[in-house]
Structures are given as C-alpha cells and as structure tokens.
C-alpha cells in the first residue's frame, strides 16, 4: 500500500497535472483514454482519467464502494498485477451530458482468458465525468455483472426489476 501512496503522491505534481491536463478535452476522450489504459494495463494513465477529488468513487463487478483517488489506484493496481491489461471494450453507450456533467451508461464487452480459452463477458457500467479545472474528468465508475442477453437494451415496457 506504501507503494500506492507514493505512485499517488508522485502523481499529483504539478508536471503530471499538467500532463492530465492535456488527456483530453470531451467526456468522450476521458471515456476513451481510460479503456485504453485498462486495455494496456497502464495505471498512471488510467489515473489521469480521474478528477482529483476527495470523493471520487469507483465500484467493480460484486465489490465494495470505494471511495479516493489512493484507494481506488490501489484497486485497479490489484487487478493489472492479478492478470495483466483489462480488455474491456465499451459498447452500446447511452450518454446524458450537460455543460458540466456526463453519464455514459454501457456495456462492457471483457475478453476473459481461461484454461478452455478466451471467453467473453459482459459488465454494465456507468461512468460520470465532471467538467473540472484540469478538463474533464472521471468522478465515478460503478460497473455491475452482466450477462448476454443486457446486451440489448430495453428501451419501452414495463421494468424488470423494482427498487
């Protein structure tokens, strides 16, 4: 964990802000920036997608709320160290975007390498950016287990789950 703090602290200089700063200028390039780092498996660059707030909050497929820009590096560094580059790839993004604020909400096509091979599976996610002094940024990433068949949206009806 010591390394994360210092991976974290070596991050928020001023010569690496500058660097994120120039990440992208849209929603949609932070979008893309960070399925990129997660294909790559390149932490400093998946860390620049994120806004440098206090509350920041990321939530993987059946974890926990996690909550800061240490705690969740630590996360995602978790997750490269245990199997290398995420190949995830974004699909079916329905976006709701405004002046300042941006929710994509998509499915997650994930390759997942097994013994039998490369089988392929499916997470919904939604991401929030806000428009912050750096460009815009990550400030949420909330991605639950999916299936196949949510690959087709539902877009009239009756819902199927109640909360």
């Known amino acids: 964990m010591a390394h994360v703090q210092a991976f974290w602290d070596n991050l928020t200089m001023s010569k690496v802000k500058l660097r994120a700063a120039t990440v992208g200028g849209s929603a949609d390039e932070i979008e893309a920036a960070f399925y990129e780092a997660l294909q790559k498996g390149d932490i400093e660059k998946l860390m620049t997608c994120w806004a440098d707030e206090d509350d920041i909050v990321c939530v993987h497929p059946g974890g926990p709320r996690i909550i800061g820009a240490t705690a969740i590096c630590a996360s995602f560094e978790a997750m490269f160290d245990n199997g290398g580059a995420i190949l995830a790839n974004p699909i079916n993004v329905r976006k ?68």
Request: zero cysteines; hydrophobic letters at 35%; charged letters at 15%.
């Open 96 to 163: 709701v975007e405004t002046i300042t604020s941006a929710m994509h909400n998509l499915v997650e096509q994930v390759e997942i390498k097994t013994p039998e091979g490369s089988q392929t599976g499916f997470v919904m996610a939604t991401n929030v950016y806000q428009r912050t002094a750096q460009g815009w940024r990550m400030v949420a990433h909330h991605a639950s287990p999916g299936t196949r068949a949510e690959v087709t949206d539902i877009v009239s009806g009756a819902p199927t789950t109640l909360h």
